[in-house]
């Protein structure tokens, strides 16, 4: 079934939160109000669900009798057979494979000691248990009270598919500093398997995992993923991920300064849109000829000025800021974010921008993905020179220079 809460699958969700959308629609998990709750789960009960402290995923050694030829025979003679030995090898924790089953160098996976394999990779594999998605999400959730001061909540966890797949999934509120979004909330969704379905990934989202559709929808195929831990290398991944799970968050409160002196700065609709068409835009695209008449390069020009001066108006950047120079730059990103085409690596969709956004805020430069905000912040406007003052040259001051003084 889609949903793929099976018989020993735990699924623990907070409803009625923004994130939950339907929330429990499957009736087969446990659901807790948001408002019954103390700013989310409780850590234990996502310990519980995940099996941490009560399961864990185990190697099973496979033992290849294909080969056996000739019976062995005891020291009365009697010939043992290989029903004997099947016994014995089961007896001692392996699980035996005959006739055409291709084992050798592979390792049988199971989730719970005495449980049968269900997966069989190479001896390179490497196991990731579910406390590596408690420990994830802690990270960021630290991160975020160390450096915000912000409490995230969790608002789901559990197994799905027999225990193979496993999630968690945790809060963001609408702040532009946390996830380089103005005003919309989205999840940070921490999931693995134990079947060879995907590494450990961790995906923003604008809904959290309460289900298989969910999993599918925001961690598998083509979702853009901000950590990825192969289970080849778990160790040093896991420590990689930590790391950018909590330079998501660092980074942003040295950002916040600059985001207010950008929101301090008025710049006029008008006067926006005439430096995107002849400041801005030029500096990234071929400027048109008008010599030789209105050709394909002046009408891809005025889509590309259409799509950004649409951005502007769009959901993406709020009524009350725009008229200021954050409202240009969310303009300019949220073009590149949603409209440019991006670059696909290895099958997958680019990382999502929201999670990086804040910080090439500031240190916007050439070969960070945002050419256009790069141009709008490197650039000098001549309808700003009075607003942010000039240089020795009378030459307008750029807006990463005002940010960075």
Known sequence: MPHEI????????????????????????????????????????????????????????????RRRVFPERADDGAILGIYSDIARLEREGFMVLKDDAAIEGHQGIACGADEAPHYFPTKAYGLLQNEALVELAEVFRAAAREERGVDLPLLS??????????????????????????????????????????????????F?????????????????????????????????AKSILRDMMGAASATDDAIKRLLDIPWRAGDFYR???DTVLPQVYAKPDDSKGHTGTHTRMEHRLEDVWASYYGDGVPQDVRGTAWAALMACQGYEQHVKTQRKTEGKATRHRAAVAIQRTVESRQGTGYPLADALMRTPMPSLANIVGTNDDNVPLTLASVVAS
């Open 275 to 277: 430096d995107l068409r």
């Open 6 to 65: 099976h018989g020993r699958d735990r699924v623990l969700l907070c409803t009625n939160h923004p994130l939950s959308g339907m929330g429990n629609w499957h009736r087969l998990g446990e659901a807790i109000r948001f408002e019954d709750t103390d700013n989310g789960l409780e850590l234990p009960d996502v310990r519980r669900v995940l099996g941490v402290g009560d399961w864990e995923v185990e190697s099973v050694p496979l033992a290849d009798l």
């Open 208 to 240: 959290i995992v309460v289900c298989g559709n969910t999993f599918r929808a925001s961690l598998l195929r083509t979702a853009p993923e901000e950590i990825r831990v192969k289970h080849t290398r778990s160790i040093e991944d896991l420590s990689e």
């Open 157 to 206: 966890a559990g197994t799905l598919r027999d225990r193979r797949l496993a999630f968690v999934s945790v809060g963001i509120p609408d702040d532009p500093a946390l996830d380089g979004m103005v005003s919309r909330g989205h999840a940070m969704n921490l999931g693995t398997s134990h079947d060879g379905t995907c590494s450990l990934v961790g995906c923003l989202a604008s």
